[in-house]
């Protein structure tokens, strides 16, 4: 059974750093896309960038290049979706999410969602 | 970048009712083109891949249709169940992109 299991949730202040994973298990790591969703409630989903776990290949989303860093750890089969600098903007529900079924296209399965609180 | 808008953003309707939802591609984006059905609290879930094409499990109550740039998503005989937010979400070889979203209630 494919499963994508992301870490607990974390509240944070700003200007502090953090990283988040999300753990795969049930298919081979390295054939399939990693994606990172954020979802603000009440303000939709956009998709933040997707690593290649071959060769940590990471194509981005523009308007999230710069402020996080993806990135994954072949052997433990988990990416992960860093900060080093917290804004308050960035308190969401972060989802990682893989296209196994369909593709580098498509997003069929999809961890629990990490909230991320950042507040001073 | 390709905007994707969808309307209602939100509608109520009954048990068994058949309601459609309408996504909008701001270019031609061919029938690369899903819908997503997501509850409160949980992940995403695929429903409905290429516009048209089921994701194996998801009830045949369900289907879409569409390319270019105008897309439709129905539920046929609603069920109490359904009431969710849906997505659109279009992709392209620069990134994906998520419509604003419907809320669906049942009256």
């Known amino acids: 059974e494919v499963q994508l299991v992301q870490s607990g949730a974390e509240l944070k202040k700003p200007g502090e750093s953090l990283r988040i994973s999300c753990k795969a298990s049930?298919?081979?790591?390295?054939?399939?896309?990693i994606s990172w969703v954020r979802h603000v409630p009440g303000k939709g989903l956009e998709w933040m960038g997707k690593i290649d776990p071959v060769n940590s290949y990471v194509k981005s989303n523009p308007s999230f290049q710069g402020h996080v860093t993806i990135s994954v750890d072949k052997s433990a089969t988990t990416a992960y979706l860093q900060w080093s600098t917290l804004e308050a903007s960035d308190s969401a529900i972060y989802y990682c999410?893989?296209?196994?079924?369909?593709?580098?296209?498509?997003?069929?399965?999809w961890g629990q969602g990490t909230l991320v609180t950042v507040s001073s | 970048d390709i905007q994707m808008t969808q309307s209602p953003s939100s509608l109520s309707a009954s048990v068994g009712d058949r309601i459609t939802i309408t996504c909008q591609a701001s270019?031609?984006?061919?029938?690369?083109l899903n819908w997503f059905q997501q509850k409160p609290g949980k992940a995403p879930k695929l429903l409905i891949y290429d516009a048209s094409k089921l994701e194996p499990q998801v009830p045949s109550r369900f289907s879409g249709s569409g390319s270019g740039t105008e897309f439709t998503f129905t539920i046929n005989n609603l069920q109490p169940e359904d009431t969710a937010t849906y997505f659109c979400?279009?992709?392209?070889?620069?990134?994906?992109?998520f419509g604003p979203g419907t809320k669906v209630e049942i009256k």
């Open positions: 270019q031609d984006i061919n029938t690369y």
């Open positions: 999410a893989t296209g196994y079924n369909h593709g580098p296209y498509y997003f069929d399965y």
């Open positions: 049930g298919l081979i790591f390295t054939s399939v896309w």
């Open positions: 979400q279009q992709y392209d070889i620069v990134k994906f992109t």
